[in-house]
């Protein structure tokens, strides 16, 4: 019987994934359906209760965690890959120590995660940190950074329960406008008759997004999180800047497939974790357009190389540049070990094509730090 409820709520339950990239649209169930359905159930206070206990249920119990994780993958088919599957299992144990130094409730409720079969790039946090991250994600980010900045922001949904809120959110909407939930032969059973309900309001993936504010808070945290961990906090600006980069015009016409309108715009994600890393760096490194700024004189235009543009990359090398300055490395003189230019004990690029060379970018940074 709960199996059967909870197969109904999964889409109510789910937030996309916030960088940008949504998941595929349920199936809407008419609110003339609802109406229809059965007998009023007395007063919209009784209603509420009922349907918050519901989603209590799911989002808080073990025994709810586990069946909405079955129902998930169920639902979302589980890509087996050993490799994917051993890439998230690290993703989700780095990030999960990270989140505990900034949120210890996490060891309260750890998450549940598995890899779904979906080939397309996506990522999503329901009710009860069930935590999903397609197949095709891994196919389409180049590195385990800009993963874990994709995973981190799901987690910032997670600790911050914006799943739970969002559909209990909607759901009150639909009690205060006296809805009459009800369910042909539920003989007056207030929580199966919340069930029905909240099963039943299963709408497009828009109604589960969380608000701006929430997406916003969520990449706060996501930044947050990295800062806890050994990935470069410069991959949050740089899988925007990816965003914005496989967008295009796209974005520019405001078609929303990648970036729903309850998401703030990519580019402004990205300006938002660009303050960030300045920030971080002590205000002494930022990037714009591929060029690099070191105490607001330019440090070196990157090149693109590694499937990324001269924008994304260029993120890469204010990540570690901030990393260098907030830790303090800046007092070192910027050498070149093995082709890599150093700040100390801290890596700051290996020059790809196109670049130039390390001695020459060392020899800069040494002129302007």
Not at 94 to 122: C, G, H, M
Not at 221 to 248: E, K, W
Request: glycine share 8%.
């Amino acid at each position: 019987m709960f199996k059967k409820k909870i197969a109904a709520l999964v889409t109510a339950a789910t937030i996309t994934l916030t960088a940008g990239f949504p998941a595929a649209p349920a199936q809407a169930f008419g609110v003339g359906d609802i109406i229809g359905i059965g007998a009023k159930v007395a007063g919209a206070a009784v209603q509420g209760r009922a349907i918050k206990k519901q989603i209590q249920q799911l989002n808080d119990t073990e025994e709810g965690r586990q069946q909405l994780y079955q129902v998930f993958r169920e639902k979302q088919g589980v890509n087996s890959d050993p490799v994917l599957n051993a890439k998230l299992d690290t993703l989700m144990r780095n990030l999960s120590a990270a989140v505990a130094k900034v949120d210890p409730t996490i060891k309260d409720k750890p998450y549940l995660y598995f890899v779904s079969a979906d080939e397309s790039l996506n990522a999503a946090c329901g009710m009860g940190h069930i935590m999903m991250v397609n197949a095709g994600t891994f196919k389409h980010l180049p590195n385990d950074d800009e993963l874990a900045a994709v995973v981190g922001h799901e987690m910032g949904h997670g600790q911050k329960d914006h799943a739970a809120k969002g559909v209990m959110k909607n759901l009150n909407k639909t009690v205060v406008t006296q809805i009459a939930v009800g369910a042909a032969g539920a003989g007056g059973n207030l929580a199966g008759a919340a069930a029905e309900v909240v099963g039943g309001i299963a709408l497009t993936h828009s109604v589960a997004h969380g608000s701006r504010k929430q997406e916003t808070e969520a990449d706060n945290l996501s930044f947050d999180y990295i800062l806890h961990t050994n990935y470069n906090p410069g991959a949050c600006a740089a899988v925007m800047q990816r965003f914005v980069d496989l967008m295009g015009e796209q974005e520019k016409k405001r078609d929303k497939f990648l970036n729903p309108s309850d998401h703030p715009d990519s580019d402004k994600r990205r300006d938002n974790y660009v303050k960030r890393l300045y920030e971080y760096s002590g205000k002494h490194v930022t990037a714009a357009d591929g060029v690099v700024k070191v105490n607001n004189k330019i440090l070196m235009t990157v090149a693109p190389a590694d499937s990324m543009t001269s924008a994304e990359r260029a993120f890469f090398v204010v990540g570690n540049l901030a990393t260098a300055y907030h830790k303090g490395k800046n007092i070192h003189e910027a050498t070149v070990q093995n082709g890599t230019v150093m700040l100390g004990d801290q890596p700051i690029v290996i020059p790809a094509a196109g670049d130039e060379d390390a001695q020459t970018i060392a020899d800069r940074l040494n002129s302007i730090k």
